[in-house]
T-cell receptor
């Protein structure tokens, strides 16, 4: 069966520090990968998605970037965090077509 | 553009009562529709999905949803709510033409004992 791992679960970082969140998927090949951010009362905002290694689509211009160095690995990064980057970050995967998204357990990021 | 509207931000029901959570979507073609549930501090868990065929779909945990094309709706229902159903519920729409899934802003369910 397929599983998705996302870490760390919580992170507290000072303003101006770098960020790296990792997500890996097991049990499937060539998944579509996604990063969402969830702010209280505002639903899920799609940040990035990837349909293959090295292919990244950005949905929202911002202080973040994403990379996909391996087929089942998706990384969310920032060179310098802002206070507004605080939130709950969710990684997800799908097999494409009509298949649903499957989510990791999320990372709670607090920028101080 | 695709969009999903969940008009109820909060809903409170008594344990054992029936539940209906509303979802309206905007999409030109037949969408793929999903309902997810999220417990505090957790990721989202898929409850059910609709792609085609029977417009009444059954999901996990006793939930069901009905697709009504004429009303652009995909409402989630449960005949008898349990205290453990207290969570936030998200409706989402996807399509075969894009790789994107669009989510509603969620409905937070509170269950009274």
């Amino acid at each position: 069966s397929q599983t998705i791992h996302q870490w760390p679960a919580t992170l507290v970082q000072p303003v101006g520090s770098p960020l790296s969140l990792e997500c890996t998927v097991e049990g499937t090949s060539n998944p579509n990968l996604y990063w969402y951010r969830q702010a209280a009362g505002r639903g899920l905002q799609l940040l990035f998605y990837s349909v293959g290694i090295g292919q990244i689509s950005s949905e929202v211009p911002q202080n973040l970037s994403a990379s996909r160095p391996q087929d089942r690995q998706f990384i969310l990064s920032s060179k310098k965090l802002l206070l507004s980057d605080s939130g709950f970050y969710l990684c997800a995967w799908s097999q494409g077509g009509d298949s649903p998204l499957h989510f990791g357990n999320g990372t709670r990021l607090t920028v101080t | 553009a695709q969009s999903v509207t969940q008009p109820d931000i909060h809903i409170t029901v008594s344990e054992g009562a029936s539940l209906e959570l509303r979802c309206n979507y905007s999409y030109g073609a037949t969408p793929y529709l999903f309902w997810y549930v999220q417990s505090p501090g957790q990721g989202l868990q898929l409850l059910l999905k609709y792609f085609s065929g029977d417009t009444l779909v059954q999901g996990i945990k006793g939930f069901e949803a009905e697709f009504k094309r004429s009303q652009s709706s995909f409402n989630l229902r449960k005949p008898s709510v349990h205290w453990s159903d207290a969570a936030e519920y998200f409706c989402a729409v996807g399509s075969s033409g894009t790789y994107k899934y669009i989510f509603g802003t969620g409905t937070r369910l509170k269950v009274l004992a």
